[in-house]
Structure formats: structure tokens, C-alpha cells
DNA sequence: TTGTAAGCGTTATCAA
DNA sequence: TTGATAACGCTTACAA
């Protein structure tokens, strides 16, 4: 049952008593076609259940509808949601999906990445961060003929080859509130050295606490990895600080998760005795005690524009690129001091 | 610099001062050729960095080089597990991964899926719960001419189309375990009817109390969506049962969250008023306060062995298919009664 | 062990 | 507005 032969282009030709070129041209909704024709074509078209071949059509058009999304797993939901939103793109189109989790660490990323665009010979990619931050990678997949659009938190390119939220006026303004709830000793625990993300977040941070009249202190800012086992260690470095900041921006959620924990091994309280803020809505951020207030930055939209500037570098390619995020308040963040007690 | 030429078979050939067919068959491995023939002809082919057309191949072949994945997103992050899992079968091959989320709500689901198939025409397709539990979807895209690997947590399918997980069983050793521990009033929060994990996790459940001469008590047992506050909600009606559980079995990580919040609502402790065990070992469950004792599955190794049966169906497909789940122990569940009180 | 001719299913060229 | 013919880059007969 599924070895009955898939009809050909010939097939329909044949059947409809026009040559093949004049059905190709009723696939490629030619306009310079007699309506009739292309009436009687799509009738047989739809009697056999006809579809095109793609990897015919590639081979004769000299093109690929593939779109590759390179990423070295940022986070688990981060991912999904650029899938959803390419997928909202391309869904109504012939454009397919293609996934390659890379190693960044791996030595052999470069060769990595070259032979999965030579090899399924890619029409676009997208870059996800931290990947996206490397201009080597851009460049490379430009030299083997492919156009990139890049994620990221920053212009790290043109509108035609990026989509970016605005992480640094994103924390500025989580920092600001916190400052408007009477905190006035806020403590950061910033990402990873390298990570452009991290740099941006740390830029909000201090224009955060300018912009409050605050002057930042070294003793309660401190650094980790964006995974939890970091921010728990950042969150006793910082608690124990002389005098322990009453809030703390951690500059992603798995962190700021971790800094909860330390707290509480403390024997501390949050937000009671402790206003917590993060960044990126992950699930975590909802489901944890208390729900975390965070920075939620429009991963969707934001890869739906992508995979446009992607398969309709013409009209889309000077679609804004900068998108903005916004500050998801839950219970972690509360006044100081609390009003409660 | 991107549009100079892709090198051909036919340059390759010329190169090499041999006919195409033997470029060919270098490519393909074939067994008779002359050993300096061969070597002169991948000289060549190194020399000018040579990649085969996919979609030329592909065309030649009548079969195509691509695999589905087919989702309705049961959690991010099993659904990046899995796509790990594949890639690292099909990374030295040239397979490529091809993802498709679609809404199982979906009026159109049946036809978004055969045009999927159709369109790209997929060589294999993967299926995730809880789609994969639908014998049409599978029917279908067998008829459409696709093998087809289902992944789910029992039997639904024969070894060669299969990869699942033990979910009774695993619940049922964390059923027993709690009792070991001293629980004799334990909760349960079910899935979701009509999900198959669900009634798996269900019967463990039943099976545990059993092995633990338990009888089961329809005041402590309730059943959720799957989802966070379901299974808040379910947590709130269990501890205000008249006599309320010791300890709950909830069928998934972000219920079992719920479950915690409702305790905290309530001014319990957890564990020390109540012990709680979830399942999936989602990122949440280690970084919610305390980190939640859960059942592991094999994801990625599961995905792994999927992709195998999917692109060498001779050699794996009778590879085991029922994969082990563990119970990863941690501060949420402790022995009754508590011995620190 | 190697080569020739034909074909896979589509589109481009150029006439009609 | 349509159609014959030659690509596209590769593989499978079938010979040599």
C-alpha cells in the first residue's frame, strides 16, 4: 500500500493532456496561463493526490528549502520556542526545519558546522547564542553560501541578519524597580565572562543603579555560570557579606533558583528577607517557591521574524530586529522593608 | 566568494581522468575497485573539497535522507533530549533531522502531518508521546510510506517500532520505596485521562500499594492535567482530605511543584509534613525547594536506539526496546515519621 | 575493474 | 499561452 508508485509531474501531464512544463508552471502559479488550463491541471492535480518532489525541484532550481538552526542548547525552552516560531514561518511554505545541537567546546566545531550546511546545502541558517556571538561562525556559514540571521542579546549585526532583545534596558529596569521598592543595597551575580549576554545584563545592571542614584558595590556583585550550582555558590558568597544586600538581579533564572536555595539554607526567607529577580522565564521561574519575578524576552515572535528575514530576504529583511522584553513581577521581589512585618 | 561553483561529480571525473560511474562508486564504497584508482580519486576529491548533492542522490536513489520528528511538546526539555538522542546516531551519517511540532487539537492535524511527510518525503519519522499513543498517526504515515519509531512508556508497538520506557514499574518502586520509608497514607496525583502514561503510572501506583500489603483510599487520590496549577489544585484537595496523605506520588515533576505550593499554601513543610516524589526529572525538579525526588528516564539513550531502528532497520530493530527508569532520591522524600521531630 | 547510456522528477531555454 | 528538448547531479542497468 505504500509502494503505490507517488504520480509524477508526468503523470499529470499525461493525464490532463498538457505537457509537463505547463503543469510545472500551475505548481509555480505562473500567471501567464490560460484559466481553463489551470483549472483542468489542478482538478488532476488533486484526483491523483499529486506532490511535487523537492529534491527534484532543488536539483533543477539549484536551491535547497532548508532551514538549519545551529545551537549549542542555551536552554531547553529557549530552544523549543525558536523551533515553534520558525515553525510558525515556514509551516505554510515548502522551507523544512533541519536541527543540529553542535558542541562549542568541541574541537572540531568549525568542521562541524561546515559539513552540515555543505552536505544538506542549506538556504538559511540560524545561530542561536552564545554561537551567535561568534563572528568567525557568521562568516563561515556566509562563505559556503548561506544566508544567517543571529539571536542574540545585542546588535551583533545588521536588521537583515539578526533578531535581538534589549537585555540591557530589560535588567536596567528590573534594577530600577527594585530600587523603587526601597531597596537600596541590591546585590548582581552576573553570567559567565565571554558570554555577550552576560556583558549586556551586567551594562543594565550599572545603568540601573545610576539611574536610581545607587552606587554599586563590590562586595555584593559577584559571577557565575548561568547554571544553578554557581548561583547557589553566589548566593552564599554575597550573603555573606558584611553588610548582605536585601535584593539580588541574578542574570538568569537557573542562578537566581540557586541563589533561592542558598538563602534558604541560610535560614532566610524570600522574599521576606530577600527580594530575588532573574532573567528568561524558564519553566523553573513559575514553579519554584516563590514564583519568580523575571525578565521574559519574546523568544517566539522574535524567531518567527528570524525565519522570515531568512526565506524573504526582500520584504523582511529590514524588519526591526531589536525586541523588547518586559519584567514578569511575582512574589520573589517585594518592598523593603516589608511592609508586613 | 559563496557562488563560486560547487565542484560536481562530473569535475571530479575529469580531474581524475576517470568515467563518473567510478567517482561513484569511490563515494559509495563500492568493494571492486582498483586500490590506486580509489586513492587517486579521493585525492581529487579532498583536493577540491568535493560534497556529493544530497538532493541529486536522493533523486537518483527514489528515497531521501531525512528523518521526522513529530511532536506535540509534552516538556522541553524531553523534547531536546530526544533531538540530542538522534543526532548522536545519525551525526556520522548523512541523515539530517528534520522537526515538526504540531497541535494535537489541531482540526487539520492529519493532514498537517501526511503533507509533512509527503512534501519532504521523509525517509523515518519519530513519533513522541503522547502522539505516539494514536495508532492512526502511526498507520498513517506508514501508509505514506515512512518507517515509523514510537516513543512512549509501555508496549505500543512491536521491538522494531518501539523505544518506551517501564513507567509502571518505575512507579511502583517509588510507591514501595515510600513505604519502606514509613508512609502508609500516600497520596496519588494521576495524568491526565486519555494519556497513556497516565494509566501506566496509575497501575505502578496501584501495584506498589499492593506490594506494600497498602490498600489504595479514593480521599487520597485525584487527578491533574499535567500541568503546574492542576496540580496545585490537586495538592490543596488531598491535604484537606480528613485524614490527609504523608507523602503524594504525583505523575509528573510540574505537578508535583504544584503539589509543594499547595503544602506551602497550607503552612506545611516539606518533607518534613509531607513527602513528595514527582516524575520526568524535568531541570525544575532539582531546582525547586527541596529538590524533588523523581523518576528518571532515558531520554537521550532512548532517542539514541529510536534513530537506530529508524536508519538501519535490519541491524537494530530488534534491539531491546523497554528501557529502565531510576529514581533519583532526593531531600523531598523522607522517612515517616520524620526522625528530626 | 571500469565505462556508456539511460533515467530519477523537476525547471529553463527557446520556439511555435 | 503552450511545448519539445536539454539541463540539474547522481545512480542503475548493462557492457566492455
Redesign the interface.
Known amino acids: 500500500?505504500?509502494?503505490a508508485q507517488?504520480p509524477t509531474i508526468n503523470d499529470v501531464a499525461r493525464l490532463s493532456g498538457v505537457s509537463k512544463k505547463t503543469v510545472s508552471r500551475v505548481i509555480n502559479k505562473s500567471p501567464l496561463l490560460n484559466q481553463a488550463t489551470r483549472e483542468k491541471v489542478e482538478s488532476v492535480i488533486a484526483d491523483l493526490g499529486y506532490?511535487p518532489?523537492?529534491?527534484?525541484r532543488?536539483?533543477a532550481l539549484r536551491r535547497?528549502f532548508?532551514i538549519g538552526l545551529i545551537h549549542d542548547?542555551p536552554n531547553?525552552?529557549m530552544?523549543?520556542g525558536v523551533?515553534?516560531g520558525i515553525?510558525d514561518t515556514i509551516r505554510s511554505t515548502?522551507f523544512?526545519?533541519?536541527?543540529?545541537?553542535v558542541d562549542r567546546h568541541s574541537p572540531t566545531l568549525f568542521d562541524d558546522i561546515r559539513r552540515f550546511i555543505?552536505?544538506?546545502?542549506l538556504y538559511g541558517v540560524m545561530l542561536l547564542p552564545p554561537l551567535s556571538e561568534r563572528d568567525d561562525l557568521a562568516q563561515l556559514c556566509?562563505?559556503?553560501?548561506?544566508t544567517v540571521v543571529r539571536m542574540g542579546s545585542a546588535r551583533l549585526d545588521d536588521d537583515a541578519h539578526l533578531v535581538a532583545s534589549n537585555d540591557r534596558q530589560a535588567v536596567s529596569d528590573a534594577v530600577a524597580w527594585l530600587a523603587e521598592l526601597g531597596h537600596s543595597r541590591i546585590g548582581f551575580v552576573a553570567g559567565p565572562e565571554g558570554f555577550r549576554s552576560a556583558r549586556e545584563r551586567e551594562l543594565g545592571f550599572h545603568d540601573g543603579l545610576a539611574r536610581a542614584g545607587l552606587k554599586p558595590d563590590p562586595a555584593i556583585m559577584t559571577r557565575g555560570t548561568y547554571r544553578?550550582e554557581s548561583g547557589r555558590a553566589a548566593g552564599e558568597q554575597l550573603l555573606s557579606a558584611p553588610t548582605p544586600p536585601t535584593a539580588v538581579f541574578s542574570s538568569n533564572d537557573?542562578m537566581a533558583?540557586?541563589v533561592?536555595?542558598a538563602a534558604?539554607e541560610r535560614g532566610l526567607d524570600v522574599p521576606e528577607d530577600l527580594s530575588i529577580i532573574g532573567f528568561d522565564d524558564?519553566?523553573?521561574a513559575?514553579?519554584?517557591?516563590p514564583p519568580l519575578t523575571t525578565v521574559r524576552w519574546p523568544i517566539r515572535a522574535m524567531a518567527r521574524t528570524a525565519a522570515a528575514k531568512l526565506i524573504h530576504p526582500s520584504s523582511a529583511a529590514s524588519e526591526p530586529s531589536i525586541f523588547l522584553s518586559d519584567l514578569v513581577r511575582r512574589a520573589s521581589a517585594i518592598t523593603y522593608p516589608p511592609e508586613s512585618r
Open positions: 500500500m505504500a509502494d507517488k506532490v518532489n523537492l529534491q527534484a532543488a536539483l535547497n532548508l542548547n531547553a525552552q530552544v523549543l523551533q515553534e515553525l515548502e523544512a526545519l533541519v536541527v543540529r545541537p555543505e552536505q544538506q546545502r556566509r562563505d559556503l553560501g548561506c544553578f537557573e533558583a540557586g533561592l536555595h534558604r524558564t519553566a523553573t513559575a514553579h519554584i517557591w
